[in-house]
C-alpha cells in the first residue's frame, strides 16, 4: 500500500531520516518503533506530505506521491493522525466528525444560497455516518459534549473518529497511546484491530508502548539514526541485539515494557 525508497532528510547539515526503506502491505497494521530522535515522526510528516524528502520517493499503491501535498493525499485515503490530537475544540463531538468530509455542497456560497435541497439532504446523510461513528466507538454518550471538554483519551478515539468520516485506505498513528489511560487505550486498541479486520483499513503506528505494539502490529520496522535498523515480528525485534542496544539500552528485561518504562530505558 505504501512505499517508501531511500528517503533522506536533513536539519541543519544532520539527517533526521538517513537512507530510509520500508514497506507498509495492504491490510496490515504496521508498528514503527524507535528511541526519541529516530526519525520516526519526521518519516510520518515526509509519508503525509507535510514535510518534503531532500531525496527519495514515496509510493501509494503504483501512484509516486513524493510531490503530493497533503489535501491530495488525503483524497487519495492517506491520513495522519498527530500525538497531540487536532480538533475543533469550540464544535460538539457530532460536529467536528460532521466537518470532515470534503466538498461539502454548502461549503460554497452558491451551494448555500441555491441548493437548499441539495445541502440538507448532504448534511443528513452526513450525520447518520457520524452518529454510526460514535456508536462504533462507544461514544454516543459524548455527541453533544464540546471537543475541547474530552480527555486525552476520548480525543483519540474522536481522532480515529475523524478517520472514519473519510475512504480512509492507509491511516498514520502517531503515539496513539500517549496520554491515555489504560482503560481507553485498551478501547482504542480494540477498536483500531476492528478497522482493520472489519473495514480493510491499513495502519502504521508509531508508540512507545510495547505492549500495545506487540498486541496490535505485524509486522514491527524499528529505526535508529533515521535508518531502518530491523523489521519482523515483535518476537523477532525483542530478541535482536541491535534493538536491545539502540532502543532498550542493551537490557533484554526491558523488551516488554510500558510506554513509561521503555521511555525512561530508551536514550
Given at each position: 500500500?505504501?512505499?517508501v525508497r531511500n528517503?533522506?532528510k536533513?536539519f ?5 531520516v538517513?537512507?530510509?526503506s ?8 504496521t ?12 518519516l ?9 524528502p531532500?531525496?527519495?520517493h514515496?509510493y501509494l499503491g ?12 488525503f483524497?487519495?485515503g492517506l ?12 464544535m460538539?463531538?457530532?460536529e467536528s466528525l460532521?466537518?470532515?468530509p470534503a466538498h461539502q455542497?454548502?461549503e460554497s456560497?452558491a451551494?448555500a ?12 446523510r452526513?450525520?447518520e455516518?457520524?452518529?454510526d461513528v460514535?456508536?462504533?466507538l462507544?461514544?454516543?454518550h459524548l455527541?453533544?459534549?464540546l ?5 486525552g ?5 474522536v481522532e ?5 468520516m473519510?475512504?480512509a485506505?492507509v491511516?498514520?498513528?502517531?503515539e496513539p ?5 489504560r ?13 482493520n479486520?472489519e473495514?480493510?483499513?491499513t495502519?502504521?503506528i508509531i ?7 506487540a498486541h496490535?502490529?505485524h ?6 539514526q533515521g535508518r531502518?535498523?530491523a523489521e519482523?515480528s ?5 530478541a535482536d541485539?541491535r534493538?536491545?542496544d539502540?532502543?532498550?539500552?542493551g ?7 510500558s510506554a513509561?518504562?521503555?521511555r525512561?530505558a530508551a536514550?
Amino acid at each position: 500500500m505504501i512505499s517508501v525508497r531511500n528517503i533522506v532528510k536533513a536539519f541543519g547539515g544532520m539527517r533526521a531520516v538517513d537512507d530510509c526503506s520500508f514497506d507498509i502491505a495492504d491490510g496490515t497494521i504496521t508498528g514503527l518503533i524507535g528511541p526519541n530522535g529516530a526519525g520516526k515522526s519526521t518519516l510520518f510528516g515526509i509519508i503525509a506530505g507535510f514535510e518534503p524528502p531532500d531525496s527519495g520517493h514515496i509510493y501509494l499503491g503504483d501512484e509516486d506521491i513524493t510531490a503530493l501535498p497533503p489535501h491530495r493525499r488525503f483524497h487519495r485515503g492517506l491520513l495522519r493522525t498527530f500525538q497531540t490530537p487536532r480538533g475543533f475544540e469550540n464544535m460538539t463531538v457530532l460536529e467536528s466528525l460532521m466537518m470532515v468530509p470534503a466538498h461539502q455542497t454548502g461549503e460554497s456560497l452558491a451551494g448555500a444560497w441555491f441548493r437548499w435541497g441539495r445541502v440538507k439532504a448532504e448534511e443528513r446523510r452526513i450525520r447518520e455516518k457520524a452518529e454510526d461513528v460514535l456508536e462504533f466507538l462507544q461514544l454516543t454518550h459524548l455527541r453533544d459534549t464540546l471537543a475541547g471538554r474530552l480527555s486525552g483519551g476520548q480525543k483519540k478515539l474522536v481522532e480515529l473518529g475523524r478517520t472514519m468520516m473519510t475512504d480512509a485506505r492507509v491511516v498514520l498513528l502517531d503515539e496513539p497511546g500517549a496520554g491515555v489511560n489504560r482503560t481507553l487505550l485498551a478501547r482504542l486498541a480494540e477498536d483500531i484491530k476492528r478497522l482493520n479486520l472489519e473495514r480493510g483499513y491499513t495502519f502504521c503506528i508509531i508508540e512507545h508502548d510495547m505492549d500495545l505494539i506487540a498486541h496490535l502490529c505485524h509486522p514491527v520496522v524499528c529505526m535508529a539514526q533515521g535508518r531502518v535498523l530491523a523489521e519482523g515480528s515483535m518476537a523477532e525485534i525483542r530478541a535482536d541485539e541491535r534493538v536491545l542496544d539502540a532502543y532498550l539500552g542493551g537490557d533484554p528485561s526491558q523488551a516488554g515494557t510500558s510506554a513509561d518504562e521503555t521511555r525512561e530505558a530508551a536514550p
